[in-house]
């Protein structure tokens, strides 16, 4: 979690996160897949990042937001989401897109700007731990309904000597 938060980088922060998942017990034919998953696709830090600062940018301009804007920003955001890249600033690019989509001023971008860094660290550590929280969970889930090793058998775990 520190890591993503200094670097803002969930790509970056990848190799860490997989040695967490080896370290934590979780086998790797499941953090193997669903960690580099995760880093591509789980952005919710960055989903609820689109939904504050639309709010902020309505209440700067003085723009009412009715039920229906709202639920096409949270739409919109978290389909953007999906598609930002794993790295320092793309989180910018994808608030200015949302913005224009439901037309707020692009100017109030700037604004964002100046905490934008800030907000990429907190919204990074966000979607690294839930890549890990969410690796475990399915890997805990895994573990309760394989069926038991057949006598004798290594139950499918390489043994070395």
Avoid: C, W
Wanted: net charge negative; hydrophobic share 50%; glycine share 12%.
């Amino acid at each position: 979690m520190a890591t993503a938060f200094a670097t803002q980088s969930s790509s970056g922060t990848l190799p860490l996160t997989l040695n967490a998942a080896r370290t934590m017990g979780v086998p790797q034919k499941i953090y193997g897949f669903s960690l580099p998953f995760g880093a591509t696709i789980n952005m919710d830090g960055a989903a609820i990042r689109i939904a504050i600062s639309a709010v902020f940018a309505a209440n700067v301009v003085g723009m009412p937001m009715d039920l229906v804007t709202m639920a096409e920003i949270v739409l919109i955001g978290t389909l953007t989401s999906i598609g930002t890249a794993g790295v320092p600033g793309a989180g910018i690019v994808m608030i200015a897109t949302v913005f224009a989509q439901v037309g707020l001023p692009i100017e109030t971008v700037a604004l964002l700007v100046s905490i934008d860094a800030l907000v990429g660290m907190g919204a990074t550590a966000l979607n690294v731990t839930g890549d890990l929280v969410g690796t475990t969970v399915v890997a805990r889930s895994e573990d309760k309904h394989e069926a038991p090793a057949p006598a004798g058998s290594t139950g499918g775990v390489v043994v070395e000597s």
